[in-house]
C-alpha cells in the first residue's frame, strides 16, 4: 500500500494514508456492510477524490452535505475535503426557516453552492408530492433538491425520481487514483452550523488543519495508542470517529436513527472497548438493557450530565472508565474529566476539568469562559476570523486550574441533537389570534438530560383559554419547524420580566413553569 496517494497530507485523509501505509490490514470501519481496512479505506477516499475533480468538482466549490454519518459519509466527506472544496453540513431535520436563513449565510458568505451530496433515498422522496409529505411528518426537509443550480451527488443505489445528471458516489470510487494538491490546510474545509445568542443562525468553519488538531487532542485527552491497535469505538458521531481513525483505531457504526436496543446488540456483537453518546442516549441505553463488559470506556457529551446518570453508569459499569468531555463546535475538546472526580465535585458547581494541553483559559469581566487553542476553528461565516472562543458559558477557575461551568449565558435549548433558537420561532406563534406573548424556556429533566421544550404564552383574552389551547395544539405544526413543537403549553397571566429594558426574565420564568408544567 506504499503507493496509496496522500490526498491531503495535513488532514485526516493524509493520516489515514499514512496508517494504511504502516499497517494495511488493520480495521478501520465496521459497519452492517462488513469491514473496511486502513488500505481500503485510503484507496477510496483517493479513488473518489480523483473522480471528483474529473466530474468537475473544483477547490473552493462549495459542497451542501446530506448523508448521515457511516462509510458513504467518512469517504465522500474527506474526498470532498481532499480536493479542496468545502463541505456545508446540510441538516434535513432543521426545519424549513431555519434551513431557510443558513442557505443566505452559506450563499452570501461563503459561494453559492455547486454540488448537493444527498442519500438517494431522501432524494427520490423529495422529488415527489406523497414523498415529501411523509418527509415533512418525519420532520425532515431536502429544498435545496429543487435548486437547478446544483449537481446532485448521491449515496446509495440509483433511484427513479433523481435527475438525469446525478453523480453515483460509488461511482467516482472507480476512477484511477491521481494525486493532486488540494491547498493549504488552513484553507476553509468544513462548515458546520451551531447555537448562537440570537436566532441568527452561526456557521462555524474549520480548516483541515483544525479538525485534525482537534483529533488528536482528543486522542491524547482520552489516552488513545499512537498506532493501531484493538481500539473499537461504538458510535453514531462522525467527529468523536474522526479522533479514533486519527488514533489508528476502529470505528464501529452506529446507523442514524439511533435505536437502544439494536445499539446494545451491536456493542456486544462488535466487542466494542468505547463508547460515546448523550446524556440522554446513554439513559435511554441504561433503560433498555445491560451494557456489555466489554466496554472498557463510555464518553459522554454535548449536553450537561446530571449526576443520576453517572451514578447509573458507575453501577452499571463498576471496573469502567467513565469520563465526560467538555468540548464546542468550535473547538472540540476543551476538557475531559472522570465521573468520579465530577461526581464528588457536584454539590459546588459542573466540574469540566482541566484545560487540555494547549487550551488556553480565561474569564472575562462578567465570567464568561474564553478559550484558545491550536484546535480552535478560524472562524465564522459572515463574522470574521475567531481570535478566541466566547463559549456563552459561565464559569470559574478553581485553585487547581480546573474549569468549573456555572451555567449558560445563551438562551439556547438543547433537545436531544436539536438545538432549538426561541427567538426563531416566538414571533410567529405570538402572531397567532389570542396571543398577546410567546416565550419558549426549557426545563431540564434529571431523569433524561435532555430539556423539555414549554411554550408559555400570555393570552390576550380574545379566546377562551380552553379553545386558545385546542387552537395552538392545531396551528402550531403549521407554524413552527417540527423539531421546535413544544412538550407542554401553558397559558400564564403575565411573563416575568427583568432590567430596565424590561425583557422576558427567562431564568424565573423556568422556575415558574417548572412548577407549572410537572
Same mark, same amino acid.
Given at each position: !500500500? ?5 490526498? &491531503? ?5 493524509g ?5 494504511a ?5 488493520? *480495521? ?6 462488513g469491514?473496511?481496512?486502513y488500505?481500503?479505506?485510503?484507496q ?7 473522480? %471528483?475533480?474529473?466530474?468537475g468538482? #473544483?477547490a473552493?466549490d462549495?459542497?451542501l ?5 457511516g ?10 475535503m481532499?480536493?479542496?472544496a ?5 441538516d434535513p431535520?432543521?426545519?424549513a ?9 452559506v ?11 444527498a442519500?438517494?433515498?431522501l ?5 415527489r408530492?406523497?414523498g ?6 418525519l420532520?425532515?426537509?431536502?429544498p ?7 449537481? %446532485? ?5 440509483r433511484?427513479?425520481?433523481?435527475? /438525469?445528471d &446525478? %453523480? ?24 458546520v452550523?451551531t447555537?448562537?445568542?440570537t ?9 483541515q488543519a ?13 489516552g488513545l /495508542?499512537?498506532?493501531p ?7 453514531e458521531?462522525l !467527529?468523536?470517529?474522526f ?5 489508528g483505531? =476502529?470505528? #464501529?457504526?452506529? $446507523?442514524? $436513527?439511533?435505536r ?8 456486544r456483537?462488535r466487542?466494542a472497548?468505547?463508547?460515546f453518546? =448523550? ?8 433503560? =433498555?438493557g445491560?451494557?456489555?463488559?466489554? %466496554?472498557?470506556?463510555?464518553l459522554?457529551?454535548?449536553a450537561?450530565v446530571p449526576?443520576?446518570i453517572?451514578?447509573r ?5 463498576? #471496573?469502567?472508565?467513565i ?6 463546535t468550535e473547538?472540540l475538546p476543551?476538557?475531559?474529566t472522570?465521573a ?10 459542573d466540574?469540566?476539568?482541566?484545560p ?10 462578567e465570567?464568561?469562559?474564553l478559550?484558545?487553542g ?6 465564522y461565516?459572515?463574522?470574521? $476570523?475567531?481570535?478566541?472562543?466566547? =463559549?456563552?458559558?459561565?464559569? +470559574? ?7 468549573v461551568?456555572?451555567g449558560?449565558?445563551?438562551d !439556547?435549548?438543547i433537545?436531544?441533537s436539536?438545538n432549538?433558537? $426561541? ?8 402572531a ?7 416565550v419558549i424556556v ?6 433524561t438530560?435532555?430539556?423539555? *421544550? ?8 380574545s ?7 385546542? #387552537?395552538?395544539?392545531r396551528?402550531? /405544526?403549521r ?8 412538550? +407542554? ?5 403575565a411573563?416575568?420580566?427583568r ?17 407549572? &408544567?410537572w
Amino acid at each position: !500500500m506504499s503507493g496509496t496517494p496522500d490526498p &491531503a497530507g495535513a488532514g485526516l485523509a493524509g493520516r489515514i494514508a499514512g496508517h494504511a501505509r504502516r499497517t494495511p490490514d488493520a *480495521v478501520a470501519l465496521l459497519d452492517a456492510h462488513g469491514t473496511l481496512t486502513y488500505a481500503e479505506l485510503a484507496q477510496r477516499i483517493a479513488t473518489t477524490a480523483s473522480g %471528483l475533480r474529473a466530474a468537475g468538482m #473544483s477547490a473552493g466549490d462549495t459542497v451542501l452535505f446530506a448523508v448521515r454519518p457511516g462509510r458513504d459519509a467518512l469517504v465522500l466527506g474527506l474526498a470532498v475535503m481532499a480536493v479542496g472544496a468545502v463541505v456545508v453540513v446540510a441538516d434535513p431535520g432543521a426545519g424549513a426557516e431555519l434551513d431557510a436563513a443558513r442557505g443566505r449565510l452559506v450563499t452570501e458568505r461563503l459561494a453559492a453552492p455547486r454540488w448537493l451530496a444527498a442519500e438517494s433515498w431522501l432524494c427520490a422522496l423529495s422529488a415527489r408530492k406523497a414523498g415529501r409529505t411523509l418527509l415533512r411528518r418525519l420532520g425532515l426537509n431536502l429544498p435545496a433538491l429543487s435548486d437547478p443550480t446544483l449537481r %446532485l451527488l448521491h449515496t446509495g443505489p440509483r433511484l427513479p425520481g433523481l435527475p /438525469p445528471d &446525478a %453523480l453515483s458516489a460509488a461511482s467516482l470510487a472507480h476512477t484511477e487514483p491521481e494525486p493532486e494538491p488540494a491547498g493549504g490546510p488552513d484553507r476553509p474545509a468544513l462548515v458546520v452550523f451551531t447555537s448562537g445568542t440570537t436566532a441568527r443562525p452561526r456557521a462555524v468553519v474549520h480548516s483541515q488543519a483544525t479538525l485534525l488538531a482537534g483529533a488528536d487532542l482528543l486522542g491524547e485527552g482520552l489516552g488513545l /495508542p499512537a498506532a493501531p491497535g484493538p481500539v473499537v469505538v461504538h458510535s453514531e458521531q462522525l !467527529m468523536i470517529a474522526f479522533a479514533f481513525l486519527a488514533a489508528g483505531a =476502529t470505528w #464501529s457504526v452506529a $446507523p442514524l $436513527p439511533v435505536r437502544p436496543k439494536r445499539f446494545l446488540r451491536d456493542l456486544r456483537r462488535r466487542r466494542a472497548s468505547h463508547t460515546f453518546g =448523550t446524556p440522554a442516549a446513554l439513559a435511554r441505553l441504561l433503560a =433498555t438493557g445491560r451494557l456489555p463488559d466489554t %466496554l472498557g470506556t463510555v464518553l459522554l457529551g454535548a449536553a450537561p450530565v446530571p449526576p443520576p446518570i453517572l451514578r447509573r453508569l458507575r453501577n452499571a459499569l463498576p #471496573s469502567a472508565r467513565i469520563a465526560v468531555v467538555y468540548g464546542a463546535t468550535e473547538m472540540l475538546p476543551i476538557a475531559v474529566t472522570e465521573a468520579d472526580e465530577k461526581l464528588d465535585h457536584a454539590p459546588h458547581g459542573d466540574l469540566a476539568g482541566h484545560p487540555l494541553p494547549g487550551v488556553t483559559a480565561r474569564l472575562n469581566e462578567e465570567g464568561e469562559l474564553l478559550l484558545r487553542g491550536a484546535h480552535l476553528a478560524i472562524g465564522y461565516l459572515g463574522d470574521g $476570523p475567531i481570535g478566541e472562543l466566547n =463559549t456563552g458559558d459561565r464559569a +470559574r477557575i478553581d485553585a487547581e486550574g480546573r474549569i468549573v461551568l456555572l451555567g449558560r449565558t445563551k438562551d !439556547m435549548l438543547i433537545r436531544g441533537s436539536f438545538n432549538l433558537y $426561541p427567538g426563531l420561532y416566538e414571533p410567529a406563534v405570538a402572531a397567532l389570534p389570542g396571543i398577546a406573548e410567546a416565550v419558549i424556556v426549557g426545563v431540564p429533566d434529571p431523569l433524561t438530560a435532555d430539556e423539555a *421544550v414549554v411554550l408559555a404564552v400570555r393570552p390576550d383574552g380574545s379566546v377562551p383559554e380552553p379553545e386558545l389551547l385546542r #387552537s395552538l395544539q392545531r396551528e402550531l /405544526p403549521r407554524t413552527i419547524d417540527h423539531a421546535a413543537l413544544p412538550d +407542554r403549553i401553558l397559558c400564564l397571566p403575565a411573563i416575568p420580566r427583568r432590567g430596565r429594558t424590561e425583557k422576558p426574565d427567562r431564568e424565573q420564568l423556568r422556575v415558574l413553569v417548572a412548577k407549572e &408544567a410537572w
